[in-house]
């Protein structure tokens, strides 16, 4: 199935764009079709027009194939806009990127090309930080996948191997600003998250390492959420043999 750039106006009429991938095969008179939101990591990445089948975290040829739509939404902070668009999340995680992806899935619903009743949500690293953000607001999804994904700011502030990144996007270290990164971390709004949930982690991850998976898995288990941990123990940020 060919991908096709979709628009959309976010909150503040802001135009954003995204991939669209119909299923392969849609039966007549079935209506729209399940939809798959897979978020792109980052933040300054963006989904591209590539091959369905090339390496990805996800397999989404075979979703696609399988009857599900696939939608790549570029949010706020997504790189090839331009400087504006790719810092307006600087300071801003969990706002306006998770009202473009609302936003998003809202006019594809409006266009018939996905039905709001069956749509799951996928990403890896920042994608997963997203996916867990956006459980925890919203109970529209009827299912989510976190890779690799960050769920609590300020114990990754001082674990990850990037000490600076962190400060450079939300404004100061954990010491610093411990209640603003915890005001916009995943972990806080876990007892209001209702999706069944997958996590997916490697375990000798430096980037987002490991634990990030355990606070939220283990908040969400305790709980008596839905929730499997899928734990690759020679794998880092991509899963991948280490060697």
Not at 60 to 75: C, D, H, K
Not at 170 to 198: C, H, M, N, V, W
Not at 200 to 214: C, I, K, M, S, Y
Request: charged share 15%; with cysteine.
């Amino acid at each position: 199935a060919k991908s096709v750039t979709v628009r959309w106006q976010s909150t503040d009429n802001t135009t954003i764009e995204g991939l669209y991938t119909p299923p392969v095969a849609v039966a007549a008179g079935q209506g729209p079709p399940p939809l798959l939101v897979e978020l792109h990591g980052g933040p300054a990445q963006a989904a591209q027009r590539l091959y369905l089948g090339s390496l990805n975290s996800y397999p989404l040829a075979v979703f696609s194939e399988r009857g599900y739509a696939i939608f790549q939404p570029n949010v706020r902070g997504s790189d090839g806009y331009g400087p504006q668009f790719r810092q307006a999340l600087v300071g801003d995680w969990g706002g306006q990127d998770f009202a473009d992806l609302q936003t998003g899935i809202d006019a594809l619903v409006a266009r018939g090309l996905a039905d709001p009743n069956r749509v799951g949500l996928m990403g890896w690293s920042y994608g997963g930080y997203l996916t867990a953000w956006a459980i925890g607001h919203t109970d529209r999804f009827a299912a989510a996948s976190i890779g690799g994904g960050i769920t609590n700011l300020t114990s990754l502030c001082g674990s990850m191997d990037l000490p600076d990144f962190i400060p450079l996007y939300l404004g100061g270290e954990a010491y610093e600003r411990f209640d603003f990164l915890f005001d916009r971390s995943p972990l806080k709004y876990a007892a209001a998250i209702q999706t069944p949930t997958l996590f997916q982690h490697g375990v000798a991850d430096e980037r987002v390492p490991f634990t990030q998976a355990l606070e939220l898995y283990t908040a969400l288990s305790r709980r008596g959420v839905t929730t499997r941990l899928a734990a690759y123990p020679r794998s880092g940020h991509d899963i991948a043999e280490t060697g």
